[in-house]
């Protein structure tokens, strides 16, 4: 592995914290707005770069979708978002699925973080080979 491989990995690996740290924006605006009324959940997708940089590789958002999904209709003639004929759509932010899509991107985060620490640990190591 030389040196331009170990900066594809940390670029790689770069690339993949980055996408995760954006994805538990996401998780953290879904659970914030888990109680509003009307809120739709937002999805992320991402795309694998792979296929259209060959030299570095890596992960980068593709799309932030919302989730087309009904939550739960109740009855509240009160409520200022109620319809016509007083019912009100809640949020279909499910706080269990949310929880664990927070844990999943936490994983993935600490998993790219170790590859790019143990490419800069290869690069720091052939750097001092370089220098004796």
Known sequence: MGPNSISKAMS???S???????RLRIVSENL???DTHGYQRKLVTFDNQ???LRESGGVRIDDV???RSLGEILFDPTHPLADGEGYVASSNVDMMIELADAR???RSYE???STF???AQMYSGLIDLLRR
């Open 16 to 22: 993949g914290m980055d996408a995760q740290a954006f």
């Open 12 to 14: 790689a690996a770069s």
């Open 50 to 52: 792979m296929e259209q």
């Open 104 to 106: 999943e991107a936490g």
């Open 65 to 67: 979708l919302l989730d």
């Open 117 to 119: 620490k143990q490419a």
């Open 32 to 34: 914030s707005n888990a």
């Open 111 to 113: 998993a790219n973080l």
